[in-house]
């Protein structure tokens, strides 16, 4: 091979490297009121809002989670207790507490009136199945059986929809392997993969030759950062595989044998859907905050893991160290946002919560009404948002779980007439049908 012929496929490689995971083009952030940045953050499996936002003035909550359930706050003046709920002082916050691992990163932004908690959110959906509701969750259309009212609509995405909505305002980017189901539609939006396959394109040595090649050269620092994201890439890849042996050997007591837990298992690891996991969300969090504060003002990002059937813990365990994990990275988010968190909303959903009831596995089942969390510097914060009713047997969905009383296309389409001032009709283009409720979010 001709040394010119070597440098060109090796300067092919070094710059594919360089930004190795952006499969698509590259957008101009417009420099207009379209600067507000939106990120929705998909939890796939179904998290436990029950054990994230507290409520922990109530009996029934104790009674119903014998061994999962986190204390209540210490009293004031007493001696603290890291293993209790923090209690939140805000509108509508009395009697509720936060999960103790979500505290030093996320308290600081509740101070500061950054993040708001809206209990009793979620869908119409009541099949409780994860790839159902996510599917339905994503399309953000009626349900099911319900065609009269989006003709040409099905197999199209909310957020989709929504850069159409904005016109030339929109700069949508997916941060997953693949287009999104929200993503999907008219509207041409790359994705930029964060997790990659764990495997390296280049041994030591012909990393080091690349470096050499660029070295002194303006492509230097780029080929630098290529090379830094993809040993990112592949160290949390294997956080996720080690991750993921570990559930298996924790599980390991409740025999995997048997063929009841053997499939529970398998569902499990299919609810996330090969989404990111939450173990080092925070060097992601901090690469699309970058990428949001340059170059992107509509993002989407999932997480998986939150499918807790079995030794869910309680204020620490499994769902202990994702809540951990996923504070970091909020909080990381909005630190690398630097001036652009002024007017970035990021919004954090499930697709369903879980069973108010702890079951016999020290877990909670699939349930329904969950708690969706709004950050950034542009959300009024320090508050419980939307509708809330008392949480007691009575109330429950179908003695079973939470009931949804903030519908989550109502709650989203508000936010979205908010932050880029988007008509009836442009409204319309997003949730068919569905009238937004503006809950002061933003």
């Given amino acids: 091979m001709q040394r010119r012929h070597h440098l060109q496929l090796l300067g092919l490689a070094g710059l594919a490297l360089a930004s190795p995971l952006i499969s698509s083009q590259a957008y101009a952030l417009p420099a207009t009121e379209a600067d507000t940045r939106f990120l929705l953050v ?3 499996g179904g998290y436990d809002a029950a054990n994230v936002l507290v409520p922990t003035s109530s009996d029934f909550y104790y009674a119903s989670r014998p061994t999962i359930a986190i204390r209540r706050p210490a009293a004031a003046g007493g001696m603290p207790d890291p293993q209790a709920a923090v209690a939140l002082e805000g509108e509508g916050a009395s009697g509720w507490g936060l999960h103790p691992a979500l505290a030093p990163a996320l308290l600081p932004l509740w101070q500061q009136r950054q993040i708001a908690f809206i209990p009793f959110a979620g869908t119409e ?22 065609h009269a009212t989006t003709p040409g609509l099905r197999g199209t995405g909310f957020l989709n929809r929504l850069a159409g909505a904005m016109g030339g305002r929109a700069a949508p980017v997916a941060f997953t392997d693949g287009l999104p189901a929200v993503l999907t539609g008219p509207a041409n939006v790359p994705n930029v993969s964060l997790k ?15 470096a050499e090649m660029y070295k002194g050269t303006r492509f230097e620092s780029v080929i630098a950062e290529g090379f830094e994201l993809r040993q990112t890439v592949a160290q949390e890849a294997d956080a ?61 990002i999932d997480v998986g893991g939150w499918d807790t059937h079995v030794n869910q813990g309680g204020a620490q365990g499994q769902l202990a160290n994702l809540l951990q994990n996923l504070g970091a990275g909020i909080a990381g988010f909005a630190e690398e946002s630097g001036p652009a968190w002024n007017k ?11 069973t108010f009831r702890e079951n016999g596995t ?6 329904h009404g969950t ?29 079973r779980d939470f009931p949804v009383l ?37």
């Avoid at 959906?125 to 319900?146: C, N």
């Avoid at 559930?247 to 859907?273: C, K, V, W």
């Fill in 240 to 300: 996720m595989q080690k991750r993921d042996a570990a559930l298996r050997a924790g599980m390991a007591g409740g025999d995997m044998a048997d063929p009841g837990m053997a499939a529970r298992m398998q569902e499990m690891e299919a609810a996330n859907r090969r989404s990111l996991s939450a173990k080092g969300f925070e060097v992601e969090a901090r690469r699309m905050a970058g990428l949001m504060r340059d170059r992107f003002n509509l993002g989407f």
């Fill in 371 to 399: 708690a969706y969390w709004a950050a950034g510097g542009a959300v009024r914060g320090g508050r419980l948002a939307g509708e809330q009713v008392a949480v007691n047997a009575g109330t429950l969905n179908q003695n």
């Fill in 344 to 354: 970035t909303v990021v919004v954090v959903v499930s697709e369903f919560g879980r």
């Fill in 42 to 44: 998909f939890l796939r």
């Fill in 125 to 146: 959906d009541l099949s409780r199945s994860h790839f159902e509701t996510q599917d339905s969750v994503e399309a953000g259309l009626p349900l099911p059986g319900d």
């Fill in 196 to 210: 990659g396959t764990g495997r390296t394109p280049f041994d030591a040595r012909q990393s080091q030759l690349l």
């Fill in 406 to 442: 903030n519908e989550y296309r109502a709650v989203l389409g508000g936010v979205f007439r908010r932050i880029y001032g988007l008509d009836d009709a442009r409204l319309a283009q997003v949730f068919p049908g569905v009238k937004p409720v503006d809950i002061g979010l933003v």
């Fill in 362 to 367: 020290r877990g909670t089942d699939h349930g």
